[in-house]
Structure formats: C-alpha cells, structure tokens
C-alpha cells in the first residue's frame, strides 16, 4: 500500500465538474485527489494571422499556477511565464489538438485556459484531461449555435502520470511521491488507445524496456477510467 492507502494501479479520487464556470463556453473543475485545475474554454470567431486564408481553426492552451497552489507561495509570472509553464501548456494544446479535425473549425479559435488552484503532483496530467472536457462543452456550444455543421472531435483523450516509486510501479502519482520517484512517466492516450506524447525520465538509474511496458500499460487502463469517467459526465454513451 502507498502512503496514500491506494493500491499501486488504483487512481486518486477523480472527481470531473462540468459547467463550473458560468461565463465559458465550455469548462470544468476538475480534481485528481488533492490536485484541483479550473479549466475553461473560450471561443473566439478569428485564427492567428499565420492561419488566416487556410480554412482551418485552431485549439491552444494557457496554463497558470496560483501563488498558493502550493505549500509555499511562488510569485505570479507576471512579465512572462517559465520555461516549465510554456512547455506545460504546449503539450496541453497539443494533446487537445491531437483528437480534433481543424478542417471543421473554419476560422474558429478555441482557447482552453488550466488554473491550477491546488497542486499536490500531476497537474498537466489533470489539466488535459479537464481541458478536454472543457473543449467538448465548447463544441457543443458551437454546433447548437449553428457555427459548426460537423463536430470536428474525432475521439476522447485524457492523461495519467506513472512512476516507479520505491521499486514499485505505481499510477497518478503525488508530490510526494513524484519527489522522490526512481522513473517519472506522463502518458497523453486517446480511447483507442493511440499515443499523442510520452514523457520519461529516469531520476537515479536507466530502466528497462520491461519497465516501460509495464508503466504503459497501467496508464493504459487508468485512462480507460479517466476516459469512462468524462463521458459519463458529460452524458455519452
């Protein structure tokens, strides 16, 4: 048993709050445990000028830490954000992206922005997994509103940590274990399975191909949770 009390392929209590924000076209509140992000879906009907004249749209992310996310405040990134939030809310766009057609989107930008309220490890992992849902809202307010005819989400995505831990491999990991972990592990998968980004490192030793076949599949079946978990709060069968 973990410090947590969980099992070694037992998720964090997931809790996933659709509509949390009144204003956003799309958004959710959502918790992986003691993690909690508030993320949000704007729509704006316009595309970066490097876009225009392509007939496509286009998905983005922001990504943002409150000064007491954490035990210990950290300062607000006021002039421009860290190397670690610009690469946070990269692979956050990118990982949305990644299920939708941008060819349905004709001129339409989507921005989902992930406010991390409380950080206790895994909040990018949390961030696209309430992005998404975030973005579906959104969608669906496009297409009631007439300003989309085809819904341009090829299939859900949703993302997981999983370390190795005190020789153990484990899922959804907290700070404290993610601190002291031997193998840190973020997995982005879709429901069919498809890899959209892996990120590993090995904090004290290489590890072994073995060792990485086993982390996929526990992120494998966590995201299958994560995933059934999404659509049964956003009501799809």
């Known amino acids: 048993m973990r410090n947590t009390n969980r099992k070694n392929n037992q998720l964090r209590n997931i809790e996933l709050i659709p509509n949390y924000n009144p204003y956003a076209e799309g958004s959710c509140l959502v918790k992986f445990g003691n ?8 729509v704006e009907e316009k595309v970066p000028n490097w876009l225009k004249g392509q007939n496509k749209g286009w998905i983005t992310a922001e990504y943002g830490m409150l000064p007491r996310a954490n035990k210990i405040r950290v300062p607000r990134e006021l002039k421009s954000p860290s190397g670690r939030t610009q690469e946070i ?10 299920v939708v057609d941008l060819n349905q989107m004709k001129d ?10 409380q950080a206790d490890g895994g909040t990018r992992t949390a961030s696209i997994t309430g992005g998404f849902v975030a973005l579906y809202l959104a969608i669906n307010y496009l297409m009631e509103h007439k300003k989309l005819t085809i819904n341009p989400i090829r299939e859900f995505v949703a ?7 005190e020789g153990e491999k484990i899922i959804d990991v907290d700070y404290e274990e993610d601190s002291h972990a031997q193998v840190d592990m973020n997995f982005v998968l879709t429901e069919s399975g498809k890899i959209v980004e892996i ?17 996929l599949n526990l992120a ?14 956003l009501g799809v069968k």
């Open 35 to 42: 993690t909690h992000v508030i993320c949000t879906a704007s």
């Open 89 to 98: 809310q990269r692979l956050i766009g990118r990982s949305l992206r990644a």
């Open 108 to 117: 339409i930008s989507i921005c989902v922005d992930c406010d991390v309220i």
């Open 159 to 165: 993302a997981v940590s999983c370390d190795i831990f």
């Open 199 to 215: 990120q590993g490192t090995a904090e004290e030793k290489p590890f072994s191909e073995n060792d990485f076949s086993d982390l």
């Open 220 to 233: 494998k079946e966590g995201i299958r949770q994560l995933i059934t978990e999404q659509k049964r709060v």
